[in-house]
């Protein structure tokens, strides 16, 4: 019986522990930000210091969304654009662009669009000072499912890398 | 300098966990735990079902102000567009072609672009997809009046009295429109509206 209720409380130890472990780097007393469709995975990472090195960047789109890719097929279509403030010591070049998938909506199959869904990766160009550095940022993006578009949403994007 | 080292770390860990926040699972709102692509079932919602039209004064692409209590006493659909929207554009000339079948009736469309796009930009969308209704102006109050229109196209059927009968989010098919437009037709037939009897449209009772 003691074993049953030691069994009993290391299993109700356990579970907390396993969850933690998964929900690592996610704070829970974070609410989820309302009304977006785009996930950003936020990643340390390190880079050779004084010369250009690539960040990248993963994003993903929520299932059953799409987002317009940055070179969408019409000119009147919002592409997904990535934007940095001036940071000290860190100089970024244009961001390079995952080419988008093409897409149709079933109802419209003649208007050919270009997309991103599920995962894509914003690569970008930087050159810094050695030391730990923080990039403030924002993707840009307009998301549509299936039968419906949303208005165009701002992302607020963080990344920190170390150059050495 | 090892215990700079472990504090140049900590300092990233700690970094990272707050530049971290982003990293949510984010849905659409009222699908929280629905399966993905149940957008569909969403769009069946109708939360100004059965309430007044809030009235409004718009901008139309000719500079004129339009209300919509000009239309009282008319069978009247007030679409949500914009010039981004796909679905949107493809259900306007369907708009256009019922309005033409059910003009005999009274039947009026308002096409309102929640949009930030320039007047001009609205103006060449409009006539590239042969739409002759009117297109109104945002002024950003319009839309949280009708409850908040976070998704595009957004059509409310309001009857002669004013009040909304059917509420569609997202694209619906042609026969479906039609069937929502022959419905909010056929009920201003069967009660004519008499002088001085109507409410204006967008009246509270």
């Known amino acids: 019986m003691r074993f049953l209720a030691l069994g009993v409380l290391g299993a109700s130890l356990a579970v907390p522990l396993v969850l933690r472990a998964q929900d690592a780097g996610f704070d829970p007393d974070v609410k989820p930000i309302p009304k977006s469709y785009?996930?950003?995975?936020?990643?340390?990472?390190?880079?050779?210091?004084?010369?250009?090195?690539?960040?990248?960047?993963?994003?993903?789109?929520?299932?059953?969304?799409?987002?317009?890719?940055?070179?969408?097929?019409?000119?009147?279509?919002?592409?997904?654009?990535?934007?940095?403030?001036?940071?000290?010591?860190?100089?970024?070049?244009?961001?390079?662009?995952?080419?988008?998938?093409?897409?149709?909506?079933?109802?419209?199959?003649?208007?050919?669009?270009?997309?991103?869904?599920?995962?894509?990766?914003v690569k970008l160009p930087v050159v810094a000072a050695p030391g730990e550095h923080k990039l403030s940022g924002a993707l840009h993006y307009q998301a549509c499912d299936h039968a419906a578009c949303y208005p165009p949403k701002t992302l607020p994007v963080e990344v920190l890398f170390a150059a050495k | 300098m090892l215990w700079a080292g472990w504090h140049n770390l900590r300092e990233r860990r700690l970094a990272l966990e707050k530049a971290q926040q982003n990293h949510v699972v984010l849905v659409p709102d009222g699908q929280a735990g629905d399966a993905?692509?149940?957008?569909v079932a969403v769009a069946q919602d109708e939360p100004m079902k059965g309430k007044p039209a809030p009235g409004f004064t718009l901008v139309n692409l000719e500079g004129k102000k339009v209300s919509l209590s000009d239309y009282r006493g008319r069978p009247l659909i007030v679409n949500f567009w914009a010039t981004w929207c796909a679905p949107c554009k493809l259900e306007m000339p369907w708009f256009e072609e019922f309005r033409q079948k059910y003009r005999g009736q009274g039947f009026e469309i308002l096409g309102i672009a929640e949009d930030d796009a320039p007047k001009d930009e609205i103006e060449k969308t409009a006539k590239k997809i042969n739409v002759t209704y009117p297109i109104l102006l945002t002024d950003g109050k319009v839309a949280p009046a009708y409850g908040g229109v976070d998704q595009l196209p957004m059509s409310f059927y309001i009857d002669?009295?004013?009040?909304?009968?059917?509420?569609?989010?997202?694209?619906?098919?042609?026969?479906?429109?039609?069937?929502?437009?022959?419905?909010?037709?056929?009920?201003?037939?069967?009660?004519?509206m008499t002088a001085g009897v109507a409410l204006p449209v967008g009246a509270v009772r």
């Open chain 1, 38 to 121: 785009v996930v950003y995975a936020a990643e340390a990472q390190t880079i050779a210091a004084g010369k250009t090195a690539v960040i990248e960047l993963h994003f993903k789109v929520q299932d059953g969304f799409h987002v317009n890719s940055h070179t969408p097929k019409a000119e009147y279509l919002i592409p997904t654009r990535l934007t940095f403030e001036p940071t000290a010591g860190v100089k970024t070049a244009a961001p390079e662009y995952p080419a988008g998938t093409a897409y149709s909506f079933s109802f419209d199959p003649n208007e050919k669009l270009d997309v991103y869904s599920g995962a894509f990766t």
């Open chain 2, 36 to 39: 993905p692509g149940d957008a």
């Open chain 2, 160 to 192: 002669r009295k004013g009040v909304v009968v059917t509420q569609t989010i997202g694209l619906a098919s042609k026969d479906e429109v039609e069937a929502n437009i022959k419905k909010l037709v056929a009920a201003s037939v069967a009660a004519p």
